[in-house]
Each structure stands twice: as C-alpha cells, then as structure tokens.
C-alpha cells in the first residue's frame, strides 16, 4: 500500500530553519514526481517545490526560492524540505505528494495523486 509520512515540523523562530522529510513505503520514489506543498488557514493548497525526477527540473515557488531546497535520499526512499531564513508567512500544514513522471515538475496539486497527513509549521516569535 503507497503511504507517505511527513515529520519535521514545528514551532521556529523568524530567520530559523527547519528540515521536513517525507518517507514513503509501498512504491520507489524514483519512478514519481514528487511536490511539497502547503496551506494556511483560510487559504488555498499551493505548490512550494516539486521535482520531476532525481536529475531532473525543480521548480520553486517565488516566495521560498534562495530559501528552501528540495531533496531526494532515493537510497531512504525519503523526500526532504530544507527551509531556511523562515519567515511568519511559512507558516502553514506542508504535505508531500507523489504524481506520474507526466508531471514532470509542475507543481499543481490536482496533478498530484498521493498525500501525506501534512505537518504543521509555525514561524513566530
């Protein structure tokens, strides 16, 4: 059975970091797109990072990029999220998804198939 687990999250302070990680079972993360994505309270799911494959195009939102890499360990058949310089607005649940290969790395959450339960992130003071 396909299953995605994030951890990670937390409470940080503004200019802190945080490292989500996302373990998947049941399939091999190298054959999916794979996306991080988020959501505030009363706003809409968006796309932060997605790769297409482990060589291939990343894409970034503009308000993380310079500030979050996204990773694969394929040999953990993990996805990681470094974020750095955190600022209040990342504040959100951050879910992993995996998709067909087609999506390359378009990062749209209808093209996204699988979720994780998500991880909460809050950057406060």
């Known amino acids: 059975q396909l299953q995605l687990v994030e951890s990670g999250g937390g409470l940080v302070q503004p200019g802190g970091s945080l490292r989500l990680s996302c373990a998947a079972s049941g399939f091999t993360l190298d054959n999916y797109a794979i996306g991080w994505f988020r959501q505030a309270p009363g706003k809409e799911r968006e796309g932060v990072s997605c790769?297409?494959?482990?060589?291939?195009?990343?894409n970034y939102a503009d308000s993380v990029k310079g500030r979050f890499t996204i990773s694969r360990g394929n040999a953990k058949n993990t996805v990681y999220l470094q974020m750095n310089s955190l600022k209040p607005e990342d504040t959100a649940i951050y879910y992993c998804a995996v998709g067909p290969m087609t999506v390359q790395a378009m990062c749209v959450p209808a093209f996204f198939a699988s979720w994780g339960q998500g991880t909460q992130v809050t950057v406060s003071s």
């Open positions: 790769s297409g494959s482990s060589a291939g195009r990343i």
